[in-house]
T-cell receptor
Framework: AQKITQTQPGMFVQEKEAVTLDCTYD???????LFWYKQPSSGEMIFLIY??????QNATEGRYSLNFQKARKSANLVISASQLGDSAMYFC??????????FGKGTTLSVSS | DTGVSQNPRHKITKRGQNVTFRCDPI?????LYWYRQTLGQGPEFLTY????????KSRLLSDRFSAERPKGSFSTLEIQRTEQGDSAMYLC?????????????FGPGTRLTVL
């Protein structure tokens, strides 16, 4: 069964606007971690933000925040004030106890001026 | 503090040839991971090492694939008798296993094209 689902193949946003990238996950574990990575066209995976299943507060890192809704099993990434350099693929990933990272299929974000 | 490095960045080979990729992790990291990413997909786990011990291998890692981390520092991934289906980006990541939230830091990847 697919563990990470990213339903938006592509998203388009204008500079300075906020954008939400969707991610839902499936697990029966109580302890797990959720990650977002950015992959520019150069190919390197860049870590953005992490949310633990027991964290009560939504994670924030600069312009990135994670909208964590545990009951709905969703972990959406919110990028505020988009910049041209935000254009890239974005991957949601999950790690359960003792397992490797499992990635979704990604969402391509295009930011225009 | 240098990041994860991978060499070569690109490799073009003919079907049936053997190829070897190298990954140098962040120096203080004891865990090293290999992933494969095909076009339009997220990375898929292949295998990982803790120091020099290979602790887990995915079913994706066929017997044509072998990975080593002989001194617990750099790692190599070898593919024997390459097939066109092996064409992909091979990504390496490293971290210290301090818990479920310990972030994996990725290298730039090696893009393999099998003709």
């Amino acid at each position: 069964a697919q563990k990470i689902t990213q339903t938006q193949p592509g998203m388009f946003v204008q500079e300075k606007e906020a954008v939400t990238l969707d991610c839902t996950y499936d697990t029966s574990d109580q302890s797990y971690g959720l990650f977002w990575y950015k992959q520019p066209s150069s190919g390197e995976m860049i870590f953005l933000i992490y949310q633990g299943s027991y964290d009560e507060q939504n994670a924030t890192e600069g312009r990135y925040s994670l909208n964590f809704q545990k009951a709905r099993k969703s972990a959406n990434l919110v990028i505020s004030a988009s910049q041209l350099g935000d254009s890239a693929m974005y991957f949601c990933a999950m790690r359960e106890e003792g397992t490797a990272l499992i990635f979704g299929k990604g969402t391509t974000l295009s930011v225009s001026s | 503090d240098t990041g994860v490095s991978q060499n070569p960045r690109h490799k073009i080979t003919k079907r049936g040839q053997n190829v070897t990729f190298r990954c140098d992790p962040i120096s203080e990291h004891n865990r090293l991971y290999w992933y494969r990413q095909t076009l339009g997909q997220g990375p898929e786990f292949l295998t990982y090492f803790q120091n020099e011990a290979q602790l887990e291998k995915s079913r994706l890692l066929s017997d044509r694939f072998s990975a080593e981390r002989p001194k617990g520092s750099f790692s190599t991934l070898e593919i024997q008798r390459t097939e066109q289906g092996d064409s992909a980006m091979y990504l390496c990541a490293s971290n210290n296993n301090q818990g479920i939230g310990d972030t994996q830091y990725f290298g730039p990847g090696t893009r393999l094209t099998v003709l």
